[in-house]
């Protein structure tokens, strides 16, 4: 996939959102740069490189797509916050980095306060993941494996203290076992050592599951069954009472972006969730397009970061 994606030449007004005129020009006028937080390939970049094409294609000016991994996303999102607030530098990604990390860490440079969220894309869906080298057929299986080896079972997340991170904490929390978590910066390095067997399983995107390897499905973490995997269950199914960990993936924006702009990226982000193109990758990488605008989408990432407070004290997670 290419790292670019260069917006084609049209009228504004021929796509519905006109130029803006405002005292530094109109916007936008140059280029638009969207930070990743997960590396190439992973599903965040597939579906912010979907999205940055129907927003690019609403103006002259490029929109280059930028992976910064590392931290458990807190890398990209902390480059977000530094940035000039003029609309030029927009995040894209899970709200994570919001509601979880700033519990943990007491190095970041950047607090919820210091954002605002434009554009809902996808609501969210994890999957628990077994590998080819394991012999686990069922999450029941895996769970009866780690009662009789404590600690030895270990499970693979994009890093400590993620969306996903928590729910494997929280399935050992309640089915009283121990596991030991593996976090990965790169999510082709998971799946890898999910495949050869390295770790015993995975909580991650459903996006996996199009692998093949003989990776198996062992629960959905979710509101529903996945439509292309009907025979799995769901953790709720399974008699988990923490079945679903909500989420919300977007795009941000440095608090201070002049209205206009905020007003444009919104209109432009909405239309280009409703494209061909992003509603393939969302079927793509089996991610709910859960579309919804800024009021909305604020408001649930603020009450996302008052639950995760609560959840890290339940599970004894602390900063590393």
Known sequence: MKAAITGMTAALIGFGIPAISTA?????????????????GSQPDILARALADGIAKQTSQPLVVVNRDGASGTIAVASVAQARPDGYTIGFGPQGQFSIQPHLRKDLTYKLEGFDFLCQTNGGAFVVVSGPETPYKTLAELIAAARNAPGKLSFGSAGHATGPHLIGESIALEAGIKLN?????????????????????????????????GLRALAVVGDGRLPKNPDVPTL????????????????????????????????????????PVFKAAS??????????????YAAGVAKDYRDMGEL?????IKAQ
């Open 312 to 316: 890290l004290n339940t599970l004894g």
């Open 24 to 40: 530094q020009g109109t916007y936008p006028a140059r280029q638009i740069t969207m930070v990743v937080p997960f590396s190439a």
């Open 283 to 296: 079927e793509k990488t089996v991610t709910p397009l859960v579309y919804a605008d800024a009021p909305v």
């Open 236 to 275: 709720a199914e399974l008699g988990y009472k923490r079945s679903t960990l909500p989420g919300f993936t977007g795009i941000y924006v440095p608090r201070g972006v002049p209205q206009d702009a905020a007003t444009w990226l919104r209109k432009a982000c909405a239309q280009a969730v409703d494209t």
């Open 181 to 213: 978590h593996v976090p990965f910066r790169n999510v082709g390095d998971m799946y890898a050592q999910t495949i050869n067997g390295t770790i015993d399983f995975v909580v991650t995107t459903p996006i996996v599951l199009t692998l093949g390897r």
